[in-house]
């Protein structure tokens, strides 16, 4: 085979090492946004979009969506092709449970914004020709045999071997991006790749047809198939969960299901479900009522993966290389953060090169991208890893999903769809209020954990739709928005604090009613916290300056939100010391 386009050079402003969905959309973005830079795309050998292939990373949340409808260019192909996802939803509990009894968190209608269901294999092969309709040069099948890194402003050197062609190429570039997926070759070439968290394995596997999570529930329980606008449950994202693991099922628009397992292997060990068979033995074991209903059908294919979760001590280099996708971190697959990772290192990554090319880029620049992206990775697998050991708590698990989900809807919304990071104004002006967020963040992850071991595992509910939880569509439409100043982002953040501090003190009261209710007696009337010294230790309280709050009391809307949850007489016990405005 050939080149898709012209003949190879002998050096590029940019060689992108691998041609997954982070390496084809890095291409994309670059040839959008800096038009002129020369780059060539090395496809790897055995490249999963020509075999069909089953790969991770299916689903995309608002974020993801609007990286590859709008800043790549891939919103028609989309909308014609792939399914809108209709959100999470998650199932709490013992999977023996016939499902309508689970409790269930998601929503009861389509998402305001699209997001999609991705048939991965499917979208890799389509992206492939419509950057060759963009000019993009693609190498096709090849092999990268080494990368010598240039330094002090030297040209790097890429050694590519072509198998169509049985032909070995040595190229030159400025930049050099490794997108060669988990063989994280430059990583690994410069001893910086971190060890891989060897609790967290999965395996996956794709069915034909519809495997649809109604189907699993009979027809004559009306009201469950009603809590949900056009019983479309199929859409979304199904989560099915207990303690150490969770069941993932995806529609594809190939008319394929995707099914996975993933857990923590102190709960679960990967040897039970790391074949096919064993994985469908392991659903009839934990899933019996999902195994009844596929038990039977034949997999299309199936993967697994031990051990999938690490991380690297640096991504970005002042020398003008670069990790992006799986060639730089995954945190987890859960909640779906791998194309919103790889988009937010594709712009950081297409920024640096522009500051190149202005003479605007130094070693300050690339450690402090580096920073934040690892940042952005290592919370993500800190808020989500930990909660694995109560994922099957529909109280605990529940309030702490839509506590994640708020902060998504808010700051990783604003962040990613105004660039702040890109930005050194907008970062400066909001970092005041980001550090107190980030600080409340870390009270409440405590808060969850210690909840989490006290419970009294009283409560119970049917269905939360997030989106009906008060305040959260209007934090939803103000935060998916772009091309805010300055200060619309600071009166945006303000509000977000403001209701996030509400938020995290209706939830330390729905913590304290289910596991020591007797101390709801000591608290002041009328009722206002300090959300920074929340937690489930009273002999901490005093200490940690609960009872003395550092702003203004405000209506705190408890019975709206507690009983989303089945605590109705948390509103009872508290109502009367609820300060009114």
Known sequence: ???????????????????????????????????DASLLLIEGLGDKSRTGAIQVGESTVEISANYLANVVGLRDYLEATHYHKWGFRFFFGNGHMPLHERP????????????????RALLEKDVKRLNREMGIQMLEESKVEDIQLGEDGELHEVCIFQKGTNQRYTIKCRWVIDAMGRRRFIQRKLNIAEPHNELYSSSWFRLKGRIDVTDLVPQSETEWHSRVEGNNRYY???????????????????????????????????????????????????????????????PVDFQCLRHYSYNARQVYSKDRWACTGDAAVFSDPFLSPGIDQAGFGNTLITEM????????????????????????????????????????????????????????????????????????????????????????TLR???????????TSKKYTYGFVNYFAVPGMLDLYHRNFRSGKSVEELLEDHQKTLVYIEEMAQIIFLMAVADTMPDKLSQLPSPLWLNAWGVGLDPKRWKADKLFVPTSQPRTLKIAEFASMFGMTELA????????AK
Request: contains cysteine; negative net charge.
């Open 104 to 119: 269930e968190l998601g929503t009861g209608h389509a998402s305001p914004l699209n997001s999609y269901q991705l048939d």
């Open 444 to 454: 409440m992850e405590k808060l969850f954990k210690a909840w989490s071991r006290m």
């Open 236 to 298: 979304s994202t199904n989560h099915l969960m207990d303690n150490g693991r969770w069941v993932w099922l995806i529609p594809l628009a190939s008319g394929h299901t995707s099914i996975g397992i993933v857990v923590r292997e102190d709960f679960f060990p990967f040897h039970e479900f790391n074949t096919y068979e064993r994985a469908i033995q392991w659903l009839h074991k934990h899933e019996p009522v999902l195994w009844e209903c596929i038990h039977d059908l034949d």
């Open 572 to 579: 009872d016990l508290v109502n009367d010391r609820v300060m």
């Open 1 to 35: 085979m050939v080149p898709t386009v012209n003949t190879v050079k002998d050096e590029y402003d940019v060689v992108i090492c691998g041609a997954g969905i982070a390496g084809l959309t890095l291409a994309r973005q670059i040839t959008r946004e800096i038009p």
């Open 353 to 440: 090169i522009k500051r190149d090319r202005a003479n605007q880029f130094n070693a300050g620049v690339a450690d402090a991208f580096s920073e934040t992206f690892l940042a952005f990775h290592n919370g993500t697998a800190w808020i989500t890893q930990p909660a694995y050991a109560y994922y099957g708590d529909g109280l605990v698990c529940g309030v702490k999903l839509v506590w994640d989900i708020m902060r998504g809807f808010s700051l990783n919304a604003s962040a990613r769809f105004n660039h702040i990071y890109l930005d050194d104004q907008k970062n400066q002006a909001l970092q005041p209020i980001l550090s107190r967020l980030f600080v409340l």
